[in-house]
C-alpha cells in the first residue's frame, strides 16, 4: 500500500511491506521509499519521524542524480572501428601516466555459442 509524507519541502511517496523480519528498516528501490517492517509492526510513523534527516538526504541526493543523468546524452552510433580507436587512446593515456605498457592485443575475438549449456 503506498501511503506519503511530507518531510521538510518533499513530499515523498513510500511503500510499506511486512515480512517475517526481526526489525524494521528502511530502503530505497528505483527512487521510492520502501518500510520492510516486521508482520506485527504499526507504528512506521514513528519510524519515519526518527529518521526523517536520512530520508530527506538520501532522497535529495536521489532527485540530483536523476536530474544529472537525464542532462547526459549517450552516443550509441559508433562503429566497432570507432570504438578500438577511442579504447585505444585511453588506454595510451593512462599508460603514460602510470608508466606502464599494456599488452599489444587487447582485442580478442570470441565465437558466440548462444544456447549451448
Given at each position: 500500500?503506498?501511503k506519503q509524507v511530507?518531510?521538510?519541502n518533499l513530499d515523498?511517496?513510500?511503500?510499506?511491506?511486512?515480512r517475517?523480519?526481526?526489525?524494521?528498516?528502511?530502503?530505497?528501490?528505483?527512487?521510492?521509499l520502501?518500510?520492510?517492517?516486521?508482520k506485527n509492526?504499526?507504528e512506521y510513523?514513528?519510524?519515519?519521524?526518527?529518521?526523517?534527516?536520512w530520508?530527506?538526504?538520501?532522497?535529495?541526493?536521489?532527485?540530483e542524480?536523476?536530474?544529472k543523468s537525464?542532462?547526459?546524452?549517450?552516443?550509441?552510433e559508433?562503429t566497432?572501428?570507432?570504438?578500438?580507436?577511442l579504447?585505444?587512446?585511453?588506454?595510451?593515456?593512462?599508460?603514460?601516466?602510470?608508466?606502464i605498457?599494456p599488452?599489444e592485443n587487447l582485442f580478442?575475438e570470441h565465437?558466440?555459442?548462444?544456447?549451448?549449456?
Amino acid at each position: 500500500m503506498e501511503k506519503q509524507v511530507r518531510i521538510y519541502n518533499l513530499d515523498i511517496n513510500y511503500n510499506v511491506i511486512h515480512r517475517d523480519i526481526k526489525f524494521p528498516r528502511l530502503e530505497f528501490r528505483t527512487g521510492k521509499l520502501c518500510l520492510i517492517l516486521p508482520k506485527n509492526y504499526t507504528e512506521y510513523d514513528n519510524l519515519i519521524e526518527k529518521h526523517h534527516d536520512w530520508i530527506y538526504n538520501k532522497m535529495t541526493f536521489v532527485n540530483e542524480t536523476v536530474n544529472k543523468s537525464t542532462e547526459k546524452i549517450v552516443q550509441t552510433e559508433k562503429t566497432v572501428d570507432e570504438l578500438k580507436e577511442l579504447i585505444y587512446d585511453y588506454v595510451k593515456k593512462i599508460s603514460k601516466k602510470h608508466k606502464i605498457h599494456p599488452q599489444e592485443n587487447l582485442f580478442q575475438e570470441h565465437e558466440i555459442k548462444m544456447g549451448k549449456l
